[in-house]
């Protein structure tokens, strides 16, 4: 699938669009989904033009690889959710492609969590 630049994660990361900023390294960004289906809902995104998990990982640099899991990883800290933290967990969330209904074809790994998800985010109604 070729990357699509009018994406709305392309147009958050040119600055074109607001996010509420979460963190932000230097090959990654993390910010608040706009419609959160959990007390907390972050996505995480690289910075690079990857349409998906599978895209980002066939053809991203270690560099930026690293980037996106320390970006994980801090976001996990932040937000209280990590049970290395003291958190009580949370679901890491990456739909892909048709059948993983992915909406915006820019990867990013929804984390989401500070309650009990129950199935949330595991099917769409
Ligand atoms: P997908 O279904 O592609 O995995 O998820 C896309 C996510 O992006 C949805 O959870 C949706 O709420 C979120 N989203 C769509 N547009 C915007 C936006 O303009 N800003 C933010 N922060 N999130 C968005």
């Known amino acids: 699938m070729n990357?699509?630049?009018?994406?709305?994660?392309?147009?958050?990361l040119r600055g074109e669009i607001p996010c509420t900023k979460v963190f932000e390294n230097e090959y990654s960004l993390a910010?608040?989904?706009?419609?959160?289906?959990?007390?907390?809902?972050?996505?995480?995104?690289?910075?690079g033009a990857y349409t998906d998990i599978d895209d980002?990982?066939?053809?991203?640099s270690e560099k930026e690889i690293i980037s996106f899991s320390n970006?994980?990883?801090e976001v996990l800290k932040l937000t209280g959710?990590?049970?290395?933290s003291g958190g009580n967990g949370f679901r890491a969330i990456a739909n892909?492609?048709?059948d993983?209904?992915?909406?915006?074809?820019?990867?990013?790994?929804?984390?989401?969590?500070?309650?009990?998800?129950?199935?949330?985010?595991?099917r769409k109604s």
């Open 81 to 84: 959710v990590s049970q290395q």
């Open 56 to 60: 980002f990982y066939t053809k991203a």
């Open 3 to 12: 990357y699509d630049k009018n994406n709305i994660f392309a147009k958050i």
């Open 31 to 47: 910010f608040k989904d706009i419609s959160p289906q959990a007390k907390i809902h972050i996505l995480v995104i690289p910075k």
């Open 100 to 122: 993983g209904i992915q909406e915006v074809p820019h990867f990013h790994l929804h984390i989401l969590g500070g309650e009990n998800l129950g199935l949330r985010g595991l």
């Open 71 to 73: 970006a994980v990883k």
């Open 96 to 98: 892909t492609g048709s």
